[in-house]
């Protein structure tokens, strides 16, 4: 960053050598290189951004291609932000990303530690594990939606075995109460390696000397874990909840999969409220208004957290 | 190992950290192995309780996956004989073969797409990869930024203006539109993966093949582009990933003629009911390419998902 | 199904001669539902390809996703379909948005007369605005809401004495929406031949109509309307009255005290399964699943047998089935337009009945053999005289969104009250009629 003044006027010349090339300059080629991404992500991403907010204002159908466009200033962002069901929406949403959040790091970072013991195998294992988070949420998603039926479904009869109830007798996606945490729980079986992965990195990025000189110093092993390895791991944590944060809050197809918002409104996250106010009510003025308060509110939270973030770093 | 290593676990605790990460891992195998199993079940045996492990393995679920087939008519059935094996199994509940299903257009969708993006986001990520890279790009950090920040858009968001511009432009449900927004969603991974790759090979090549009197095209693709390959062997791999896993623009922007398999699995039916075996049997092909992969590229997997910034 | 096969086939020779073949062969996709009688459209047409030359391509879509899947593609302007049979609800949308061409002159031309279907079918399937004589779409697939049960289970002396010392009734098909629930509840996890069973299976579906494809069917036999006075938009009082409200808990009761567990988000294809597995005594489904039913190697023939949806206040079914459009972002308007042609003719309509469509035809529907011709075709046309259909608005999907919502929340959700939820639905409805500047 502490250059970028110097960039804009200074011509890109690295190496000594560059003199000697023939064709281009440096300078034209670096833009020649980077333009085509800079115009595909501007065409793909900012353009329709800057179309979203346009069409906020407007009360715009786009199923209703005859209909006359009335602006209607900020009255869809009026109508969302005093909609208790908006409220409900950002409930689910919040309670769907702190535990899956929670349980995926618990979880995580005991497997990192474990799996860190360099038992023999270890490798393997761990790419076994790994397995699911690469797997196509929508498919596998709607596959655990089999798993979770009452009587037929592998989960119950699981759950049953070991508790002695009923496999009937409780509905994992059907129920108001379990629902919740039966998006949770297949979020966290899909997702736990990915902070594992990334707290396996943060363990084995940790000098053997510290804990050689903890030992000389005859710090108990307690003690040199919460003084030695949970402060260096908590970057590579941090980061991985940053991920699993702005993931889990776009949350779409892995849950429209397994409830689809249901039973009632219970698992509606805002993404799967979004989808159905834009392209089953063809709401699209109002859809639009929501997308922007979306994205202002994952903007706003991950910049809040990336400046806690870097602080953390520092220390 | 030195045995002497105060930093390394005994084997005690070696023997529990195993059983405790080996029955993590068969627990968290349990879902993946009920699918490739369904695929082989009849639907009696797959919906059957108490749910059955062991079963009469029938292709069943296979032949339904792949074809479409319609009810007959006794005399009908009797008038024809089973003309294969496939038609064989079908026949057991007067059904017969008519013709293909659309599982093998969509999946070839997804390879069409998922290739063409991937193809398309490596051969750009890696322009603006060396670029970023090699030169003194002005606001280097800020476009940086702003390329890793089109990521946090959620998609659904994104697919209201996209819905419209496609619609104008003529590209809803066509090949080409989903291999743009792909790429467009690819770019990012790919720019921020191949830059640190290109990173870490060291510039004094480079400065010896334009001293030995190369452009810097030549310098770029007969210098850094092969000692880069490994780098761009994995990000195509986790590009390719990405799309052949996309769900939500797959399900508002296409319908027939480009969707690709993840809307599609899901929605397999038999003839009235679900047909839970031929979802399994879809899942099983879909999923195995992608599992392959993984293990392929373990050793990249970590750069992978944080978009290079853990590199181990 | 008894129609003679000999009298069919003579009919397409009939006709092939009367058919014109003018127009260059083309190639025609056919865009429906993922279900049986689609199957039997497949087969059906094949007389139409010898016929015309043009080759028919289908685009089956599964039901929850056929509204969303459709819509999207009719609103970004896709030539995908070049005929559609688009559920009935979307007529509305179709008409005002340019969706469908209008079939007036080609009916016209052509002298398809309206008054040959059945006037239930023309009234819902074809014409926007309502009743007008301005035609959308022929009526294809007529359909409705109805009922079957395992009907060997209901013969069975010992379960008919269990019944009669329960209730001191005799068991029978239902006559009322209230017999159908003692029923229901006295299925309700006994054990048959070893297993557990339950009443019946219904719809509760969240994402698409289901739920509301359901509750109808308790909603308009004790009397719902969805206005005042029709074409006023004056619900208060009408969606919400005393009446909606006692068949909205009935529903609830239902769905609390006699589905098998786990039937929280099921629709056509769950309640299928939930029969065919054995687990339900009764089932509500469309009639379009029946000939499927009936023919079904474990649980049809002599196990099955159907009933229409009892009445309470006064008889009422849901109205399901289709019309054929003709999509006009489609380039191949012609092609489609002699399909509908063929499709229309008596011949073919006796046809498409024959192989498990319902036709809505007169000829079919009044043949002196029709109520015999298969053990729920009497059913049917009982059904179809009491037919109602959900708003058809153009907005109808923000309506029936709200409603999906509504019920869904109170019956499975168990949040409020049965007048809450009609009263927020009220509400929903005022704000979209308002939006669309009809209120």
Known sequence: MSDRTIDRVAQATPVRAARKIRGLSDRAIAWIFISPTIFLLLAINIFPLIWTIKLSFTNFKANRIGREIKDVGFRNYERILTDSDTWLNMQATAHFLFWTIFFQVLIGFALAWLINKKFRGNDLWTTIIVLPMMLSPAVVGNFWKFLYQPQIGLFNYIIAWFTGKDPSSFEMLGSVQLAPWSIVIVDTWMWTPFVMLICLAGLRSIPDYIYEAAEVDRASKLRQFFTITIPMVLPFLMLAVLFRGIENFKMFDLVVQLTGGGPGSTTELTSINLKREAFEKWRTGYASAYAIILFVTVFGLASIYVKALNRVKQR | ?312 | MTYSKLASASAIVFAATTLSTTAQAEDLTLCWAAWDPANALVELSKEFETESGNTMNFEFVPWPNFADRMQNELNSGGKLCDLLIGDSQWIGGGAENGHYVKLNDFFDAESISMDDFAPATVYAYSTWPKGTPNYYALPAMGDANGWFYRKDWFENEDIKAAYKEATGQDLREPESQKELLQIAQFFQGREIDGKTVYGAAIFTERGSEGITMGVTGALYPWGFKYENTPGSYDMEGAVNSPEAVEALEFYKELYKTATPPGYTNSYMSESLDAFKSGQVAMAMNWFAFFPGLFADPNTGGEKIDFFVNPPQNVAGSTLGGQGISVVSYSDKQDAALDYIKWFAQPEVQAKWWELGGYSAHNSVLQDPGFVDSAPFAGDFLLAMNDVQDFWQEPAYAELLLAMQKRIHDYVVADQGTAQEALDLLIEDWTETFEDEGKL
């Not at chain 2, 405790?20 to 068969?26: F, H, M, N, R, T």
């Not at chain 2, 030995?212 to 062997?233: E, M, N, S």
């Open chain 2, 1 to 312: 190992m030195s045995s002497f290593s105060v930093t390394e676990p005994s084997n005690r605790s070696k023997w529990i950290a195993g059983f405790l990460v080996i029955s993590y891992a068969l627990i968290t195998m349990i879902p993946l192995v009920w699918i490739l199993l369904t695929g082989f079940k009849s639907p009696a045996d797959a919906i059957s309780y108490p749910p059955k492990v062991v079963f009469d393995p029938t292709l069943e679920g296979y032949v339904n996956l792949f074809t479409t087939r319609t009810r007959q008519t006794q005399e009908f059935l009797n008038a024809n004989p089973p003309q294969n094996w496939a038609d064989e199994i079908v026949r057991q509940y007067d059904m017969v073969i008519v013709g293909p299903s659309k599982f093998g257009e969509r999946f070839m969708n997804s390879v069409i797409i998922g290739f063409g993006s991937t193809f398309l986001s490596i051969f750009l990520g890696t322009l603006a990869a060396y670029a970023f890279s090699r030169f003194k790009v002005p606001l280097k950090d800020d476009l940086l930024f702003f390329i890793l920040s089109t990521r946090m858009m959620p998609p659904v968001a994104v697919a209201i203006p996209i819905f419209l511009m496609f619609r104008n432009l003529g590209l809803s449900d066509t090949h080409l539109g989903m291999i743009l927004l792909y790429t467009g969603v690819n770019i990012s991974l790919a720019v921020w993966l191949l830059k640190g790759f290109i990173d870490e090979i060291p510039r004094e090549y480079e400065e010896a093949a334009l001293i030995d009197g190369y452009t810097r095209f030549q310098a770029f693709y007969k210098v850094v582009l092969p000692q880069a390959a490994t780098g761009i062997a994995s990000t195509a791999i986790f590009c390719l990933i990405f799309a052949w896993n996309e769900y939500a623009f797959a399900v508002l922007l296409t319908s027939a003629t480009a969707q690709t398999a993840p809307p599609f699995i899901p929605t397999i039916i038999g003839v009235g009911g679900l047909d839970w075996p031929a979802v399994a049997a879809g899942a099983t092909i879909f999923l195995i390419p992608v599992m392959i992969f993984t293990i392929l590229m373990r050793k990249h997997l970590l750069r992978g998902i944080t978009f290079g910034a853990v590199r181990k």
